[in-house]
T-cell receptor
Framework: GAVVSQHPSWVICKSGTSVKIECRSL??????MFWYRQFPKQSLMLMAT?????????EQGVEKDKFLINHASLTLSTLTVTSAHPEDSSFYIC?????????????FGPGTRLTVT | RKEVEQDPGPFNVPEGATVAFNCTYS??????FFWYRQDCRKEPKLLMS???SGNEDGRFTAQLNRASQYISLLIRDSKLSDSATYLC??????????FGGGTRLMVKP
């Protein structure tokens, strides 16, 4: 089946630095990808919709200047957490729909665990 | 009110038990519905889609009641390996998923 990869799988960084997380669709193209964040003991919260060739759409309360999203190709979206702070420590997961049709099945990446010290 | 609500549990059941999870959603225009399973520190994995006619996959049965905006998941003959968090997920528009808070299941020997 379709596979979505994320890199890195975990990262520890110092407060104030920036971290880039990559999300790749390995055997299919995705014009849209989604970025989620999950804090401990909580469910996934959609952060933004990444659109190939255009600007990302951010959910309410998510700072677009802090969480930079670039969807450079049909198989790659990146999320950059700028000037990271300890409260940004979380599990970041991306997903991509299997087709361009509405309500398609989605494939999730394995997630990236970010710890900001 | 949350858009997708679940009982957080945990549900502690013995092996072989039957356990049922419920979920309600607030958006009557929601189009598709899913149950996902998430193991600790892992990404969610699709367990099954949910249809109004009800669907079964082995020990798992899912049901959707659109009138009541209610979704259920029944697990029969629970196994130790069923221990996980079960996420009720609704697709409202396009391919944007809204997740419930999850219900934690612990199956004990």
């Amino acid at each position: 089946g379709a596979v979505v990869s994320q890199h890195p799988s975990w990262v520890i960084c110092k407060s104030g630095t920036s971290v880039k997380i990559e999300c790749r669709s390995l055997d299919f193209q995705a014009t849209t990808m989604f970025w989620y964040r999950q804090f401990p003991k909580q469910s996934l919260m959609l952060m933004a919709t990444s659109n190939e060739g255009s600007k990302a759409t951010y959910e309410q309360g998510v700072e677009k200047d802090k969480f930079l999203i670039n969807h450079a190709s049909l198989t790659l979206s990146t999320l950059t957490v700028t000037s990271a702070h300890p409260e940004d420590s979380s599990f970041y997961i991306c997903s991509a729909p299997s087709t361009g049709l509405a309500f398609a099945e989605q494939y999730f990446g394995p997630g990236t665990r970010l710890t900001v010290t | 009110r949350k858009e997708v609500e679940q009982d957080p549990g945990p549900f502690n059941v013995p092996e072989g038990a039957t356990v049922a999870f419920n979920c309600t959603y607030s958006n009557s225009a929601s189009q598709s519905f899913f149950w996902y399973r998430q193991d600790c520190r892992k990404e969610p994995k699709l367990l099954m889609s949910v249809y109004s006619s009800g669907n079964e996959d082995g020990r798992f049965t899912a049901q959707l009641n659109r009138a009541s905006q209610y979704i259920s998941l029944l697990i029969r003959d629970s196994k130790l390996s069923d221990s996980a968090t079960y996420l009720c997920v609704v697709n409202n528009a396009g391919n944007m998923l809204t997740f419930g808070g999850g219900t934690r299941l612990m199956v004990k020997p």
